[in-house]
């Protein structure tokens, strides 16, 4: 049709130009948008706002996905909570414990004067009956096996028994709580951090079942309390006056924006509605124009998570470990993270990120993860010189952007450097995940993040019988090492023995390591608190506005970073009667 | 035509049930459950939700005495009649408990030495798809559609959808009353005034906006009004307030929308307005003396409108399907986003229900479009 010509023509040259002014890296812009941050100082109102991905439920002891975990954290709190970055956990509703000498049993000492939001006293006997209801099967808990280091929890949770008094739990009298554990665990005062083991109001769950997390009936024991909740548009915390604490928050208000799409946080960000991406990524494909920019509001700090494909053992060719290593080693693990992921992510040699060597002393073990010409000699060693005679292997991820082109670097490392055909299969997570599940895979897309701050959870996941061991591996020398990391008690030996797992790991090879995550976020100048975590949790009572000193040195250029709280002085968190 | 409407209805009724049908069975096809995450829940835990949503049921101990073993384990599918558990009775005999149907096993209850009275749970199975698609059927048919999976019991389907369905009406209903508004005018218009310059470019635009689809529309309005001038918020929608500060967030999903529908309502008028002017019946109109405003807004315009009516029915269709994007792109809290949810997590009960409730609408959107174009063609009237 000749005569639609000159508009269609008009039509495809402007979408042609609004395309190119908006891939183009203009250093100007650049410039003028960090000289517009940090012409923004902090609001007058202590309003925070945040961007978070939609929950399904509030329910502390139910709630699965981080969203909810994020936004309930500052809602419920437990025994300690989480530290201003990474230190160790404070002082939250209890003000300490003691340890028996074996390390198996724990006392925690509660407050004096602890009352929910309503009120109502808070007590021991409060957190027994909370954890016994996360333990119930009736509750159908997904975070209930983060009980599972008390004593009894386990087979409670199992149905194997349905006496709840057979769990190691008990209130001495208001105000402690005593715990006997499992096996020595010398993190339990972090797992105590984590929302499963906050209390929860047994009078507001008994009278209004279900519905008791909608904001109408809700009672909580945090620096915040949940005023609006609408599914999947926003959700909104005010400060409570009642927490212990009060008086130190500095946030009058928070407003979530929920989202399960990260363009949409960004842009959200970007034109000012909120001050933080919160817990949505930054797109993928968003990053290095960002890095390039030198954004001054764009932090990027390493996290306990890793990146790995799962390699089934048990069957061929993956079942020789010669194949497995010449896989591990033709993979160029830091262009990867270089030249596509360009987030600042570590390439990773084993699944233990080196995150561990303030707090535990531990230093990761760190494997050569990339010689081709050691893999072709492995490959022709296994019997299949330059790829000849290896079958395609499959490889299986999630469907997402970011993950294909993951297996793509992979699919063409393999072949350019090995001769390996690997073919790549993509499948909605649901899917993927039936699949792991039943060991019906080659290569599967898999990560870890840990449950529990401590080198031992990058370990437990390929012990035989955890859920997530994929790979099929089952090797009894390396449960047993897990077992003894378990009992051992004093931090050098077992040092020695979460080296010696790792050693055991890298040698079998069940997976194909390869990188560690950063947390990648974009947020305000001016909001001072949000200090790097390594888990990733970063709670709002710990936020404020950068004084008028402050925004000087952070006009100026500098970042102000705020040191976790010394422990030993809980007296810095008490306000005033 | 009453007895035409009753007769449409209750062919409804049976396109309904086909598509609650044909859903139950892709969402059963699809591997992966709703109660699935990267680590697998315990048995206990699996069997207790699975009864608590009809997806299992307990088997019951026919007879009393204390378990010695169980002979099949968890995830294990056996014929009606395989041994399940070898129970020791009180008179020291031994006593077989055998399958009384094939079926699956969620989860064995209790370890061996365990005491047991006749009808005490043995062992908790899956129920099958005809079991579980008759109990669907049946409480749909009784008016209860259930709770959602995904919130565990915590959210009714009824509750979800009515949150988002009206938001998602109220973006169907103004972008269909704007694009009316818009295209119909535009297009008689222009069909007045055909080869005019603006009938040029007007055509021309709207051929490049209907070729462009919401997919590309939707994200060049959010980044140019959104994001570069920021004249415009977006996310979130109240349904049906109409103050300036709820009103603001409506206006680029609508406009989106509307615009692409608005082009196809401009076309079609602009075509049924051309052929109609060049009938005879309109020559014989002018000859007796009306003039031509006469022509065209009582005679010509109501004949030209009935491709523009017939077209409400797919549209309205298209709206439904195109607001999906819409209100993915702009984040819309509408069916759109409960619909791909619900799907990705294996809701059963929500996906039932939001593909009925589109299912339902189209069908109704339908029957007014026929009974309108009824009431504008009188030569339709007679059609059986």
């Known amino acids: ?577 | 035509m009453t007895a035409f409407v009753l007769r449409r209805l209750l062919q409804g009724v049976v396109t309904l049930w086909v598509v609650a049908s044909l859903t139950f069975v892709l969402v059963r096809l699809t591997p992966g459950g709703p109660f699935d995450g990267a680590k697998p829940l315990p048995d206990a835990v699996r069997a207790h939700l699975g009864r608590s949503f009809g997806l299992a049921e307990a088997v019951p101990s026919p007879v009393a005495g204390t378990l010695d073993h169980f002979q099949v384990h968890v995830g294990q599918s056996v014929s009606q009649g395989t041994v399940l558990a070898r129970l020791r009775l009180s008179d020291g005999s031994e006593s077989l408990v055998r399958a009384p149907r094939d079926l699956t096993i969620v989860q064995l209850v209790g370890q061996p030495g365990r005491v047991l009275r006749a009808g005490d749970v043995l062992l908790v199975r899956e129920t099958s798809w005809l079991q579980q698609y008759l109990t669907t059927l049946t409480s749909w048919a009784s008016g209860d559609l259930g709770v959602t999976y995904a919130s565990e019991g915590s959210r009714t389907v009824v509750e979800q959808l009515g949150d988002a369905a009206p938001v998602s009406l109220e973006l169907a209903l103004l972008a269909l009353g704007l694009a009316l508004l818009v295209g119909v005018p535009l297009g008689a218009w222009t069909a007045l005034r055909p080869r005019s310059w603006l009938d040029h470019v007007t055509t021309a635009a709207a051929l490049a906006v209907v070729s462009m689809s919401t997919l590309v529309l939707a994200p060049v309005l959010l980044v140019v009004f959104g994001v570069w001038l920021q004249w415009l918020p977006w996310g979130g929608w109240e349904p049906f307030a109409f103050s300036w500060e709820h009103l603001q967030p409506k206006i680029l999903p609508v406009a989106t929308l509307a615009l692409v529908y608005a082009a196809w309502f401009a076309r079609l008028t602009r075509a049924g307005l051309l052929d109609v002017l060049g009938e005879p019946w309109v020559r014989a109109a002018r000859a007796r003396g009306l003039t031509e405003r006469q022509v065209v807004l009582r005679h010509a315009l109501r004949g030209a409108l009935v491709p523009v009516v017939a077209f409400l029915g797919p549209a309205v269709a298209g709206l439904a399907a195109g607001s999906v994007v819409v209100e993915r792109v702009f984040a819309v809290p509408g069916m759109g986003d409960v619909f791909v949810t619900a799907a990705l997590n294996r809701d059963l009960p929500l996906v039932l229900g939001a593909v009925l409730l589109y299912a339902a609408g189209l069908i109704l959107a339908n029957l007014a479009v026929d009974v309108a174009c009824a009431a504008l063609d009188p030569r339709l009237r007679r059609a059986p």
């Open chain 1, 1 to 577: 049709m000749p005569r639609a010509l000159p508009s269609s023509w008009w039509f495809v040259a402007s979408v042609g130009c609004l395309l190119i002014a908006s891939c183009g890296h203009d250093p100007d812009v650049a410039a003028r948008r960090n000289a517009q941050l940090l012409d923004q100082a902090a609001p007058r109102t202590r309003v925070f706002s945040l961007a978070s991905s939609a929950h399904e439920f509030l329910d502390p002891a139910r709630i699965a996905e981080t969203a909810g975990q994020h936004l309930m954290l500052n809602v419920f709190e437990g025994l300690y909570t989480y530290n201003r970055g990474d230190g160790p956990p404070v002082p939250a509703m209890a003000t300490h414990h003691e340890q028996s000498p074996d390390g198996l049993v724990w006392t925690f000492h509660l407050r004096e004067g602890l009352v929910w939001s309503d009120g109502t006293a808070l007590t021991a006997r409060d957190f027994v009956w909370s954890w016994r209801r996360v333990l119930d099967p009736k509750t159908a808990s997904r975070s209930a096996q983060l009980l599972w280091f008390i004593k009894g929890a386990k087979a409670f949770h199992a149905g194997e028994t349905t006496d709840p008094e057979t769990i190691a739990v008990h209130a001495l009298d208001d105000r402690t709580l005593q715990v006997t554990l499992d096996h020595p665990t010398p993190f339990f005062d972090e797992l105590v951090c984590e929302l499963a083991y906050a209390p929860t109001p047994r009078h507001v769950v008994e009278r209004w079942g279900l519905d008791w997390t909608r904001p109408e009936h809700l009672v909580s024991n945090g620096p915040f309390l949940l005023v609006e909740d609408q599914p999947r548009v926003r959700a909104t915390l005010r400060r409570n006056h009642r927490y212990f604490d009060a008086y130190s928050v500095f946030l009058d208000e928070v407003r979530v924006l929920l989202s399960d799409d990260d363009q949409t946080a960004l842009d959200w960000y970007e034109v000012g509605r909120t001050q933080w991406l919160g817990d949505r990524a930054l797109p993928i494909d968003k990053v290095p124009s960002l890095l390039g920019a030198r954004r001054v509001d764009l932090r990027s700090d390493p996290k306990l998570c890793t990146y790995y494909y799962s390699l089934r053992v048990d069957r061929p060719p993956l079942n020789d470990p010669r194949v497995r290593r010449a896989l591990m080693l033709a993979i160029d693990r830091e262009r990867l993270s270089r030249h596509v992921l360009r987030g600042g992510q570590p390439a990773a040699g084993t699944a233990m990120p080196d995150l561990f060597g303030a707090s535990h002393g531990y230093h990761a073990l760190q494997v050569p993860s990339y010689d081709v010409e050691r893999a072709q000699q492995l490959l022709a060693e296994a019997g299949y010189p330059k790829g000849v005679g290896l079958p395609p292997i499959e490889l299986l991820h999630n469907t997402g952007d970011g993950q294909r082109l993951i297996a793509e670097v992979i699919q063409r490392d393999l072949w350019d450097h090995l001769g390996v055909r690997v073919t790549v299969a993509s499948q909605e997570w649901g899917s993927m995940l039936k699949r792991l599940l039943a060991g019906d895979f080659a290569i599967g897309r898999s990560s870890w993040c840990a449950d529990y701050p401590d080198p031992l959870t990058f370990l437990e996941v390929f012990r035989s019988d955890a859920e997530a061991n994929y790979s099929g591996y089952r090797s009894p020398e390396f449960d047993a090492t897990v077992d003894a990391i378990r009992a051992e008690t004093r931090r050098d030996p077992r040092n020695a023995l979460i080296r010696k797992a790792e050693v055991i790991l890298d040698r079998d090879l069940p997976y194909l390591p390869m990188f560690h995550y950063t947390n990648t976020t974009l947020v305000r100048p001016y909001v001072i608190g949000l200090e790097p975590h390594r888990e990733d949790k970063h709670p709002l009572k710990y936020v404020r506005w950068a004084t008028s000193a402050e925004w000087l040195r952070i006009r100026s250029g500098e970042r102000i970073h705020l040191p976790p709280f010394a422990v030993a002085a809980p007296a810095e968190f008490e306000g005033p009667p």
